[in-house]
């Protein structure tokens, strides 16, 4: 069975420009949840996503946007750069629902750069 | 609001040797889960154990339990026969029944296996 899929991998951006990260969940796992990663702060809660349905946010600014797409893959945005936005990007997929214990299955992230 | 502490950057043991990292948490929702993850040197987190607020029982898998206390709201990991390879960061974390699927995570403690 296939993990969860993050690309790209490496990327390097500079102030001011957007980005756009893709996640590919687990066969099966609709629930999809966005973690953002520094040395600083730890691994913040961005946004999680279930049936193409944003369920909850994290204390992020507007900047930061999702989607989910009817097959459970998700994308993340992250507009306008700020050099405070360098981090690791971490997408997770899940089972919801009667008898799973709901634990996350996480992708190997996405590094991004701003400079 | 819910709440994990993880009050250990930093931890050595001894290889074979037993180790506790120490975890707290903060929440008002009677119905929660508890989880651990290791996040090796590569990045991928994963998941280690899970405990249930309703559980009566410490949940155990292989080398690794957890010392549930619930009226302290604590929720230890015990890790027995240390190995090199468990040299890793450890992050605790919880996921309330009325937060939908939004995981917090503690900060997280780095363990360090001596040969």
């Known amino acids: 069975k296939a993990g969860v899929t993050q690309t790209p991998r490496y990327l390097i951006k500079t102030r001011g420009q957007q980005v756009t990260l893709s996640c590919s969940p687990i066969s099966g796992h609709r629930s999809v949840s966005w973690y953002q990663q520094t040395p600083g702060q730890g691994l913040q809660f961005l946004f999680e996503?279930?049936?193409?349905?944003?369920?909850n946010k994290g204390n992020f600014p507007g900047r930061f946007s999702g989607r989910q797409f009817s097959n459970s893959r998700s994308e993340m945005n992250v507009s306008t750069l700020e050099l405070g936005d360098s981090a690791l990007y971490l997408c997770a997929s899940s089972l919801r629902g009667a008898g799973n214990t709901g634990e996350l299955f996480f992708g190997e992230g996405s590094r991004l750069t701003v400079l | 609001a819910q709440k994990i502490t993880q009050t250990q950057p930093g931890m050595f043991v001894q290889e074979k040797e037993a180790v506790t990292l120490d975890c707290t948490y903060d929440?008002?929702?009677?119905?929660?889960?508890l989880f651990w993850y290791k996040q090796p040197s590569s990045g991928e987190m994963i998941f280690l154990i899970y405990q249930g607020s309703y559980d009566q029982q410490n949940a155990t898998e292989g080398r690794y339990s957890l010392n549930f206390q619930k009226a302290r709201k604590s929720a230890n990991l015990v890790i027995s026969a240390s190995q090199l390879g468990d040299s890793a960061m450890y992050f605790c974390?919880?996921?309330?029944?009325?937060?939908?699927?939004?995981?917090?995570f503690g900060a997280g403690t780095r363990l360090f296996v001596k040969a």
């Open positions: 996503y279930f049936s193409e349905t944003q369920r």
């Open positions: 974390a919880m996921r309330e029944a009325t937060g939908g699927f939004k995981t917090i």
């Open positions: 929440t008002s929702d009677p119905s929660y889960g």
